[in-house]
């Protein structure tokens, strides 16, 4: 089942439908193997620094965050081995190229004082 999820950058609001992963298989498995996915937002208990990885998935875009800030934005590339933050996180977004989100949000990537 898809939620409403309310990202913030640049004060400009962006609506994206997620599918929320909370237990550890959805999480583990993220968007490996899937050719079309929906968003996936990943809700970790408390803070953590975990790195995260393309292998086996197309390219999209990460957001990491504290509840509602964004800590850290990137366009992730397949086969990258390990990506995180500098700072500890409590959700990561992932959106996948194929969601029209991806290219909502990716306009605001190269520009990172978000």
Not at 49 to 68: N, P
Not at 77 to 104: H, Y
């Amino acid at each position: 089942m898809l939620k409403n999820f309310t990202l913030k950058i640049k004060n400009k609001k962006i609506n994206i439908k997620v599918k929320i992963c909370k237990s550890l298989f959805s999480q583990l498995l993220g968007l490996m193997f899937k050719n079309e996915s929906p968003s996936l937002l990943f809700i970790f208990r408390k803070p953590k620094k975990i790195s995260i990885h393309s292998f086996f998935c197309r390219k999209f875009i990460a957001i990491w965050l504290i509840d509602k800030n964004i800590i850290d934005i990137r366009i992730i590339k397949p086969n990258s081995l390990s990506v995180k933050p500098d700072k500890e996180f409590n959700k990561l977004l992932e959106i996948p190229e194929n969601n029209i989100e991806f290219k909502k949000i990716q306009k605001f990537i190269d520009d990172k004082n978000i």
